[in-house]
């Protein structure tokens, strides 16, 4: 396993990050145990989870993950100091999350409560901003008839990033928070947070969490190059595309038990014709190179300048093992040209 510095931090991360939010719905208890013993054992001692997981996200199974992980922290108090713990404060959306509410400072404040007491831990080691307040060009907003700029009114969101500082603030003098990040932000959040955090002598964010993959590269190279300069750790997540480029969501395919025949809050809008065709490309270079479809995808954005850890999650021990031996595989300069000429022709899958 490799390790690598969290933005700036000082924190030491490994190459893959264990991302929690099928535990809860998909997963058990049992399977969480496993899974998070299992990932320790191969020198994995980061992981990720949200207040609002799992995923899909409802009101009857609300902050489950982080119930979950907490119980196992409760039964392994000793390593807890050896795992650098991720979660996220939900942004507006979900009525039974602060009654959709945006994020605020007060929310933090609520949120950061709850989630240390179901977690049982007493400070979280990065806590990040689920998503911006403003529309942003993310979970398939990405084109021109998504996300609107001209429609966002700039002092007003710079007026609550102002006010979400002031809660980071806060939990980081507490001690509740030791450091903060990101996710599914843009070029313009990062410029803005870091301006406000230095006129307001507030820590800069450590990391920014994307989604980021081969049917979905928009982040390269520029938000990457920003983090890169910036020194914030780029941490992709799906960087399987919630398991198309597996390759079992092939010609309509829906395995039992698979994400994609739960219900999808915002529909299944990865499901497009050129991620299909990108796919079945990918699923041929990797059998030719001797290895399955998730580790060609997973290899290839271990790789990626930029990249400091990669999410993975898993619902099954055997696909988590998959998954991790992704990571000591050198992908080589035949494999990333044939890789490359697919990724040229499908820039954006979905």
């Known amino acids: 396993m490799q ?18 939010m099928t535990w809860g719905i998909q997963n058990t208890q049992q399977d969480a145990d496993e899974q998070i013993a299992f990932a320790l054992d191969k020198g994995i001692n980061f992981v990720d989870t949200a207040e609002m997981y799992p995923v899909p996200p ?23 100091a050896d795992i650098v713990l991720m979660t996220k ?25 709850n989630s240390l007491e179901r977690l049982q831990t007493e400070y979280i080691d990065v806590y990040q901003l689920h998503w911006p307040n403003r529309v942003t060009p993310h979970f398939g907003k990405h084109w021109p008839d998504g996300a609107n700029p001209t429609k966002t009114d700039r002092e007003r969101e710079v007026d609550g990033m102002r006010d979400i500082l002031q809660g980071i603030k806060r939990a980081l003098d507490e001690g509740k928070i030791r450091h903060w990040g990101l996710s599914d932000d843009t070029p313009w959040g990062i410029h803005t947070f870091l301006t406000l955090c230095k006129d307001m002598n507030i820590p800069l964010p450590v990391s920014i969490q994307n989604e980021f993959s081969l049917l979905h590269a928009k982040d390269w190279p520029y938000l990457i190059e920003m983090c890169e300069l910036e020194n914030i750790a780029y941490l992709p997540w799906s960087p399987l595309a919630t398991g198309m480029l597996s390759g079992k969501y092939q010609e309509g395919a829906r395995p039992e038990g698979s994400r994609w025949t739960l219900s999808q809050r915002m529909g299944l809008f990865r499901d497009k014709a050129p991620a299909q065709a990108a796919t079945a490309q990918y699923m041929q270079i990797a059998e030719t190179a001797g290895i399955t479809p998730s580790q060609l995808a997973l290899a290839w954005c271990k790789q990626v300048p930029g990249v400091t850890s990669t999410i993975i999650g898993a619902t099954s021990v ?25 990724l040229r022709e499908y820039p954006l899958g979905f």
Not at 93 to 113: C, E, F, M, S, V
Not at 318 to 342: G, P, R, T
Request: charged content about 20%; proline content about 1%; some cysteine.
């Open 318 to 342: 055997s696909q988590l093992s998959e998954n991790i031996d992704a990571f000591d595989i050198a992908l080589s300069d035949e494999v990333l040209a044939k890789v490359h000429d697919v």
């Open 3 to 20: 390790y690598n510095q969290l933005g700036s931090s000082g924190l030491s991360v490994s190459d893959i990050c264990l991302g929690t």
């Open 89 to 113: 404060v939900a942004g507006s959306g979900l009525k039974y999350i602060r009654n959709a509410g945006p994020i605020t400072a007060n929310a933090i404040d609520n949120a950061l409560t």
């Open 58 to 80: 409802n009101a009857q199974t609300y902050g489950e993950t982080e119930r979950i992980i907490g119980n196992w922290i409760a039964r392994n108090e000793a390593k807890r």
